[in-house]
């Protein structure tokens, strides 16, 4: 059986893709239908995806040029199943970062 060179270039693009998406932050996370990305209210958050299993109160030093401040952070713990946690950072009223655990 051959294989063309075409095929062979798709299916090494499809397990790069799949090999980098593995354990990677998420840029945004599904709640039903909708998207949550950083930079989204906290009340859609909530509205979207509920109440988090879990939050968690923790400071972090806010990065670059010398900055040592650190600033208030909250982490949303929301079930994925299987032993796998989406954690949203949160600080003030915007969504930071989502990632997956």
Same mark, same amino acid.
């Given at each position: 059986?051959?294989?063309?060179?075409?095929?062979?270039?798709?299916?090494?693009?499809?397990?790069?893709?799949?090999?980098?998406?593995?354990?990677?932050?998420?840029?945004?996370? &599904?709640?039903?239908?909708?998207?949550?990305?950083?930079?989204?209210?906290?009340?859609?958050? #909530?509205?979207?995806? @509920?109440?988090?299993?879990?939050?968690?109160?923790?400071?972090?030093?806010?990065?670059? &040029? @010398?900055?040592? &401040?650190?600033?208030?952070?909250?982490?949303?713990?929301?079930?994925? @199943?299987?032993?796998?946690?989406?954690?949203?950072?949160?600080?003030?009223?915007?969504?930071?970062?989502? #990632?997956?655990?």
């Amino acid at each position: 059986m051959k294989v063309s060179a075409q095929a062979g270039v798709m299916w090494l693009t499809c397990m790069v893709t799949l090999a980098l998406s593995v354990g990677a932050p998420a840029d945004g996370f &599904r709640c039903g239908t909708r998207l949550i990305r950083p930079g989204d209210s906290v009340t859609r958050l #909530e509205q979207l995806c @509920g109440p988090p299993r879990l939050k968690v109160r923790t400071r972090v030093r806010a990065d670059g &040029r @010398g900055d040592r &401040r650190e600033r208030s952070v909250v982490q949303w713990i929301y079930d994925r @199943g299987r032993h796998r946690d989406m954690i949203v950072s949160v600080h003030g009223s915007r969504v930071i970062t989502v #990632e997956l655990d």
